[in-house]
Every structure is written in C-alpha cells, then in structure tokens.
C-alpha cells in the first residue's frame, strides 16, 4: 500500500513564496513521474508541473518561471517552490505518483491535497 503525503500550503500575500512537499511511502519497486496539480473552485483540474525520475520537467504556461519543481535526493519525495505567488494561484494543490509496485505494474496515486491560498 502506497500513501502520498504532502505538507506546506497555507495563507500567503500576493508575491509571497510557499515551497509544498509531498513523500511517497510503502512498498514500490519505483516511481516513474511525480506531478503537481490544482483545482480551483469552479475550474477544471490542472496539471501544474511534473518531473520524471530522469529529471526532464514539465509546467504549465501560467507558472512557468515562478514555480520550479524539484525531486529530493531519496528520489521519493518531490518539491514545488512557488514564488511570486498571485491570487490566481489559490487552489487544493495535490500530488501525483505513477509508481511501479512490486508486481512492476504501474499504478496512479493522488495525495490528499494541502490548500494554498494568495490574498492580501
């Protein structure tokens, strides 16, 4: 069994910075790619960036060179340090794994989410 836990949202003024975390745990033979995404209220889930355990990266247009993503040396933990946040940016902001089990089968797993919220 797989659990994904994030940790680091939170309330922050229009061109603050949060850095959000999220750790994989359980038993996993690898995890293939790591994502970000966010759900606004009334808007579509979107994929904010993600990053593969080759370390090629991907973000969407609206936070390309404010956010960067990142992978921690355990390589089961991934990173998104947001800076030069605006109130567009508030949202349920969840982790994404696709991890390969024991069995070498890929799977998807979703972490429960951490809400940034940018207001002043």
């Known amino acids: 069994q797989v659990e994904l836990v994030e940790s680091g949202g939170g309330l922050v003024q229009p061109g603050g910075s949060l850095r959000l975390s999220c750790a994989a745990s359980?038993?996993?033979?690898?995890?293939?790619?790591m994502a970000w995404y966010r759900q606004a209220p009334g808007k579509q889930r979107e994929l904010v960036a993600s990053?593969?355990?080759?370390?090629?990266?991907n973000y969407a247009y609206s936070v390309k060179g404010r956010f960067t993503i990142s992978r921690g040396d355990a390589k089961n933990t991934v990173y998104l340090q947001m800076n030069s946040l605006k109130p567009e940016d508030t949202a349920v902001y969840h982790c994404?794994?696709?991890?390969?089990?024991?069995?070498?089968?890929?799977?998807?797993?979703w972490g429960q989410g951490t809400q940034v919220t940018v207001s002043s």
């Open positions: 994404n794994a696709d991890i390969r089990g024991l069995d070498l089968r890929l799977r998807d797993y």
């Open positions: 990053i593969t355990s080759g370390g090629s990266t």
């Open positions: 359980g038993s996993m033979f690898s995890i293939a790619t």
